[in-house]
C-alpha cells in the first residue's frame, strides 16, 4: 500500500495549456516535497512545503500544501515542452522519507 | 559545487561477482539513502543513515549491505549480485528533513 498517492499517473498536453498534478496520504507529513526527474538522471528537488496551507511560486510553477499536511498540488501554468518529465512528491515520514509513485507528464510542442 | 557523486555509472557483471557503488557527497549532510528505480515500481528505498554508524532498513534490503564509516560515503554492496537486482541505483543525501539531492545514477545489470 502507498502512503502517497499521485494522479494523474500520465498526462500528455499541448504546450501552453495550464495542468494540476495531486498528491495525497491519509497520513500527516510534517514536510513534503516536489521533485522532477529526467529519463536516466535523478530526480531534482523544486521545492520543499512544511506549513499547513503553505502556497510556494517557482515561476510557472505553483505548489501547495493542504492545511492538514496530508496532500499537495502542483499547478503549471503555460506548460512548456522542458516542463516534460516525471514529477515525484515525497513526505517525511517519522524519520525516514517516502515517494509518490510519480505523474509522467509530456509536454507537445 | 554541491552533490552527491556516485560510481561507476553504468556497470555490467555477472551472477555471483561482488561490487560495490560508491557514494559520496560533500554538502555535509547527515542523512543519505539508497534507492531503486524499476518500471512501474517507482523508488524503493533500500537502506538509509541517519548518521556515521547508523544504519536502518529500507523496504527492499534483501541481497544489499550498506556502511557509513564517515559521513560523507555512503557505498551500497551486493555481495552476490543476481538478476534480480538489475536496476537503476540512485544515492541522495539531506539535511534533515528539507529534501534530498541525488546522484546521477547507476544503471546496473547482472547477467
Known amino acids: 500500500t502507498q502512503l502517497l498517492e499521485q494522479s494523474p499517473q500520465f498526462l500528455s498536453i499541448q504546450e501552453g495549456e495550464n495542468l494540476t498534478v495531486y498528491c495525497n496520504s491519509s497520513?500527516?507529513?510534517?514536510?513534503l516535497q516536489w521533485y522532477r526527474q529526467e529519463p536516466g538522471e535523478g530526480p531534482v528537488l523544486l521545492v520543499t512545503?512544511?506549513?499547513?496551507?503553505e502556497v510556494k511560486k517557482l515561476k510557472r510553477l505553483t505548489f501547495q500544501f493542504g492545511d492538514a499536511r496530508k496532500d499537495s498540488s502542483l499547478h503549471i501554468t503555460a506548460a512548456q515542452t522542458g516542463d516534460t518529465g516525471l514529477y515525484l512528491c515525497?513526505?517525511?515520514?517519522?524519520?525516514?522519507?517516502?515517494f509518490g509513485p510519480g505523474t509522467r507528464l509530456s509536454v507537445l510542442p | 559545487e554541491a552533490q552527491v557523486t556516485q560510481n561507476p555509472r553504468y556497470l555490467i557483471t555477472v551472477t555471483g561477482k561482488k561490487l560495490t557503488v560508491t557514494c559520496s557527497q560533500n554538502?555535509?549532510?547527515?542523512?543519505m539513502s539508497w534507492y531503486r528505480q524499476d518500471p512501474g515500481l517507482g523508488l524503493r528505498q533500500i537502506y538509509y543513515?541517519?548518521?556515521?554508524?547508523?544504519?536502518d532498513k529500507g523496504d527492499v534490503p534483501e541481497g544489499y549491505k550498506v556502511s557509513r564509516k564517515e559521513k560523507r560515503n555512503f557505498p551500497l554492496i551486493l555481495e552476490s549480485p543476481s538478476p534480480n537486482q538489475t536496476s537503476l541505483y540512485f544515492c541522495?543525501?539531506?539535511?534533515?528533513?528539507?529534501?534530498?539531492?541525488f546522484g546521477s545514477g547507476t544503471r546496473l545489470t547482472v547477467v
Open positions: 515525497a513526505g517525511n515520514y517519522g524519520q525516514n522519507f517516502v
Open positions: 497520513s500527516v507529513f510534517s514536510s
Open positions: 512545503v512544511v506549513t499547513g496551507g
Open positions: 554538502m555535509n549532510h547527515e542523512y
Open positions: 543513515s541517519m548518521n556515521v554508524e547508523v544504519t
Open positions: 541522495a543525501s539531506a539535511p534533515a528533513s528539507y529534501g534530498y539531492t
